[in-house]
């Protein structure tokens, strides 16, 4: 199992209780004479401490009646709550320890592999704006929703993220590949922006959240049946987890 150095899934079993006997004492030889090894051990743990504290009670909510109806209408969709969810905090927590992020099991389509450069690029462009940032200024809320819902394709509202400290600046539409798309941005008190891109989902398939990163720029991501939705920002991929479900939830009551 291991030489001079202890393999990571050793160490997040280890982390888990999950070794036994002769490999956990084996583990246990190792840190003892490795420091790195014990401060990547006690990363594993902090990790694994956050995720529980801010997504445990998503285990125990009910399921949003907006996916109840998405499942009815396929049976192969794998929605955000619950098991889809999990999975996919269970590979964001070894990607972040092994220097990957954000791939699980699920096959991804070609919408799921896309959205998130669309979304960060959408990011970079605007994001920066100052004046220009949006097109429909969060003043017109009601306007802004009923023009890029009617654009798009499929009602929504834009969610509101103020309990988590963005207010919306307002939104703006876009173009991919010649189809309309949205993008809604989010400002806090310190001027950092979020930016949430959204289209409407011509495959008609579901994907569960995702992470990707791109150098300090976070995107959380998810597909669902009728439409696609990115986060992006400069936050931390903790921080980033929870405004997706906020957003997530924001759109829910939408529908």
């Given amino acids: 199992m291991m030489a001079n ?3 990571i899934w050793a160490l997040h079993a280890y982390a888990d209780g999950e070794l036994q006997g002769d490999e956990k004492r084996a583990v246990e030889h190792a840190l003892a ?3 790195d090894s014990r401060r990547f051990l006690d990363s594993i743990r902090s990790q694994k401490s956050e995720l529980h504290k801010t ?3 998503v285990l125990h909510e009910a399921v949003p009646h907006r996916l109840l109806r998405a499942a009815k209408q396929t049976q192969s969709a794998s ?4 098991l889809a969810l999990a999975a996919s905090l269970g590979a964001l927590a070894f990607g972040a320890a092994s220097g990957w992020l954000a791939h699980n099991s699920f096959t991804q389509t070609a919408t799921a592999e896309t959205l998130p450069q669309r979304a960060l690029d959408a990011y970079v462009v605007y994001g920066a704006e100052q004046r ?3 097109e429909v200024a969060a003043t017109e809320k009601d306007h802004l929703e009923a023009w890029l819902s009617k654009r798009i394709g499929v009602k929504f509202s834009v969610p509101d993220l103020s309990v988590q400290g963005y207010a919306l600046i307002g939104g703006r539409l876009l173009g991919e590949a010649g189809k309309p798309a949205g993008l809604l941005m989010y400002e806090d008190s310190s001027k950092k922006r979020l930016a949430i891109y959204v289209a409407a989902n011509s495959a008609k398939n579901n ?3 995702m992470v990707e990163k791109r150098g300090p720029l976070v995107t959380c991501y998810w597909v669902e049946t009728d ?3 990115a986060l992006s920002g400069e936050q931390s991929t903790e ?4 405004l997706a479900k906020a957003a997530h939830d924001g759109f829910d009551k939408a529908g």
């Fill in 239 to 242: 921080q980033m987890l929870v």
């Fill in 33 to 35: 004479s490795s420091e």
């Fill in 79 to 82: 929605v955000w709550p619950r």
């Fill in 207 to 209: 994907e569960a959240m």
């Fill in 5 to 7: 150095t202890i393999e």
């Fill in 55 to 57: 997504y445990d009670a």
């Fill in 132 to 134: 220009h940032a949006v």
């Fill in 227 to 229: 439409m696609v939705y």
